[in-house]
């Protein structure tokens, strides 16, 4: 994707060294996923050999973990992978992969509570959607980064471009180019005003 702004020339390019978020970032809750050919989630001791099912699993982590809130983490695989935690439609090549759970202890720990109520829970809700969200883009490609140019005309009317800026790691298209813009934003501003923002 390119987008054309005065003399400045955005472009906006896949990341393909992306941070793992699972990995890199602070994340509230714990994911963990059993799957034969892909290393998904967090590090963890469960295996999936000693449950009958799903059902079994979701009662002995659900009391392992004193668990908060615990959603089911499904995935696609059909030329790549992606995962929700909803079903998907179609019932031969997905299913659920594992869960995303965030303990009670945690939840006192990290929003200073000595009681959960309703509100704070499906507040964490919406968070755990999230963080799988944001797994999901890292797992689909879905992360990209800017690169931005000052055009020039020489004398012989050719234009010339000399890169000024760049930063990766932006999750979404439509977020790295919104960025990007107010970069661009930045180095249209008058010199003097920029001389007195370094001031």
């Not at 059902?55 to 992606?82: A, R, W």
């Not at 009681?115 to 797992?139: A, C, F, S, W």
């Not at 055009?151 to 890169?163: A, M, R, S």
């Amino acid at each position: 994707m390119e987008k054309r702004i005065g003399n400045y020339l955005i472009e906006i390019k896949q990341d393909l060294s992306p941070s793992n978020p699972r990995e890199d970032f602070d994340n509230l809750g714990t994911m963990i996923c059993f799957h034969n050919r892909y290393s998904l989630g967090d590090k963890h001791d469960y295996n999936s050999n000693d449950y009958s099912g799903w059902d079994e699993q979701l009662k002995v982590i659900s009391k392992n973990e004193d668990v908060c809130v615990i959603l089911p983490v499904f995935m696609y695989e059909h030329s790549g992978i992606t995962i929700k935690t909803t079903p998907f439609g179609c019932p031969y090549d997905s299913g659920q992969v594992g869960w995303i759970f965030i303990s009670k202890e945690k939840v006192r720990k990290e929003y200073s509570v000595k009681r959960i109520n309703k509100k704070l829970k499906e507040r964490i809700t919406e968070y755990l959607i999230g963080e799988v969200k944001i797994y999901d883009q890292y797992l689909t490609g879905d992360i990209y980064g800017y690169e931005i140019s000052k055009i020039t005309k020489c004398d012989l009317g050719h234009e010339h471009t000399e890169e000024l800026d760049s930063c990766w790691g932006f999750f979404g298209e439509s977020e790295c180019m919104k960025e990007a813009e107010g970069i661009v934003e930045y180095y249209k501003q008058p010199k003097q005003l920029e001389l007195e923002l370094v001031s």
